[in-house]
């Protein structure tokens, strides 16, 4: 059931949405919840205890549960997401860079640049200036 997949196509991957229709449903259920915690606190400063704390793991199991289940771990699978976030408010916003870095959750814009252009190979400003020709 590992599953690598790219958020900035599909922050909602397959995977993700039929999860609820497998055999060990409690099991799925755990990752759902894990998932839902970190996409409704993507913009806050994350927390891992926090997550644990949601789904009654401890640190070293929820880590290892999610890695296992996601093929990425929680760090990545969040910047995946903020990313996919900060896509859409590229696309669909005039906000700054640095607006929409800490609107995406991001700690620094220098941060957020740097991931941004890891992932796509082009700064967010040159993203945004390719869209609008």
Not at 26 to 33: D, E, I, S, T
Request: aromatic content about 14%; overall charge positive.
């Amino acid at each position: 059931m590992n599953v690598k997949y790219n958020m900035l196509r599909d922050p909602f991957p397959v995977i993700v949405k039929n999860l609820i229709f497998l055999c060990d449903f409690p099991v799925h259920f755990r990752l759902l919840k894990m998932i839902d915690f970190l996409q409704k606190n993507y913009q806050k400063k994350f927390v891992l205890d926090e997550l644990c704390d949601s789904v009654n793991l401890c640190r070293s199991a929820c880590c290892r549960y999610f890695k296992k289940m996601m093929n990425m771990s929680i760090s990545d699978y969040l910047n995946e997401y903020r990313l996919s976030q900060a896509l859409f408010l590229l696309d669909n916003t005039d906000n700054s860079v640095t607006e929409i870095a800490v609107q995406s959750g991001f700690t620094s814009a220098s941060y957020f640049i740097s991931k941004f252009k890891e992932k796509t190979g082009l700064t967010p400003l040159e993203y945004k200036m390719r869209k609008k020709s």
